[in-house]
């Protein structure tokens, strides 16, 4: 919910500035497309307080959903942690010809 949040943020910022409002509320958001989608989107809060709803089309089943979320953020840290490597790297090779 959280980068729906932004996305809707950045857009309204872009598309209508003169109406742009940085503290349009989550909740409102929620609402907004809920009104909009009806139950075709849906909503998971996982157990943990500190976590962003996830916000999903209702044609998926929410474990494969979960498990589509996770395999993401596995695959964002494997990526993070390459270029992390290959920056090193990178540093590394710099300084041996310097």
């Known amino acids: 919910m959280s980068m729906l949040h932004m996305r809707y ?11 742009f409002n940085p503290h349009y509320s989550t909740q409102k958001i929620k609402a907004k497309h809920t009104g909009h989608f009806g139950d075709t ?7 943990a307080l500190c976590k962003s709803e996830l916000v999903y089309s ?5 474990g494969d959903v979960i498990m589509g979320a996770i395999k993401k ?7 993070g942690s390459l270029v992390k490597v290959g920056a090193t790297v990178h540093n590394i090779i710099l300084t041996m010809i310097l």
Request: proline share 7%.
């Open 9 to 19: 943020l950045n857009y309204m910022e872009d598309k209508s500035p003169n109406t």
């Open 41 to 47: 989107l849906q909503f998971w809060l996982p157990r």
């Open 58 to 62: 209702s044609a998926f089943d929410i």
């Open 73 to 79: 953020m596995e695959t964002e840290r494997l990526v």
